[in-house]
């Protein structure tokens, strides 16, 4: 069946600008999570969610990152006004409970 | 906190070489401890993983074992494959973290012919 996917896979925006992060996860999946990736380093937590309930956003940077999944399916992250220290590749990540997660390819955002 | 520390990369082998990669962790409790592995290009994909001490993981021919003594979790392969470079994550979940994973910072491996 179809994996995690994420949109866009690429995403330039100047410092200041607002951007959102898609993520679809697998059909059937609770658990969600959002991890940041920066260069050359592994991927850092930033927030999870069971179905529509955001139980942890403990990782999440600053004040400037929100994310939701109104509906358990499918989540956004939401940057607001980017700076340069955001860019980085986003994961996203679903699974059944607490069991294997599986990830998307990622959203590489540079913010110039 | 929880931690997780793997040996620095590159690591450059040739092909049918043996390939160990070190990881060490701290934690609390009983942690699970993963394998992944990123190909160039692609996602994070799961290699393998234990989730209980003196469990051993294994997966396409590589293998790590779950030592709480040494609070370890070395990954091995006895003959590598051009196939396999690729950069290679140590993860671990704890059980009160709703499953949520600690990675540690990658080690590239790279296999030449």
């Known amino acids: 069946g179809a994996g995690v996917s994420q949109s866009p896979r690429y995403k330039v925006a100047k410092r200041g600008q607002d951007v959102a992060l898609r993520c679809d996860p697998i059909?059937?999946?609770?658990?969600l999570f959002w991890y940041q990736q920066a260069l050359g380093q592994g991927p850092e937590f930033l927030t999870y969610f069971q179905n529509e309930a955001q139980l942890d956003k403990s990782g999440l940077p600053s004040d400037r990152f929100f994310a939701e999944r109104p509906e358990g399916s499918v989540s956004t992250l939401k940057i607001q006004r980017t700076q340069q220290e955001d860019s980085a590749v986003y994961l996203c990540?679903?699974?059944?409970?607490?069991?294997?997660?599986?990830f998307g390819p990622g959203t590489r955002l540079t913010v110039t | 906190g929880n931690s997780v520390t793997q040996m620095e990369g590159p690591v450059t082998l040739s092909e049918e070489a043996f390939l160990t990669i070190n990881c060490t962790y701290t934690?609390?409790?009983?942690?699970?401890l993963f394998w992944y592995v990123q190909y160039p290009g692609e996602g994070l994909q799961l290699l393998l993983k234990a989730t209980k001490a003196d469990d051993k993981g294994s997966n396409k021919g590589f293998e790590a074992t779950y030592r709480k003594e040494t609070t370890s979790f070395h990954l091995e392969k006895g003959s590598v494959q051009v196939s396999d470079s690729a950069v290679y994550f140590c993860a671990l979940s704890s059980t009160d973290s709703w499953g949520k994973l600690q990675f540690g910072a990658g080690t590239q491996v790279v296999v030449t012919p």
């Open positions: 934690a609390t409790g009983y942690p699970s």
């Open positions: 059909s059937g999946h609770v658990s």
């Open positions: 990540a679903s699974s059944l409970g607490t069991r294997e997660q599986y």
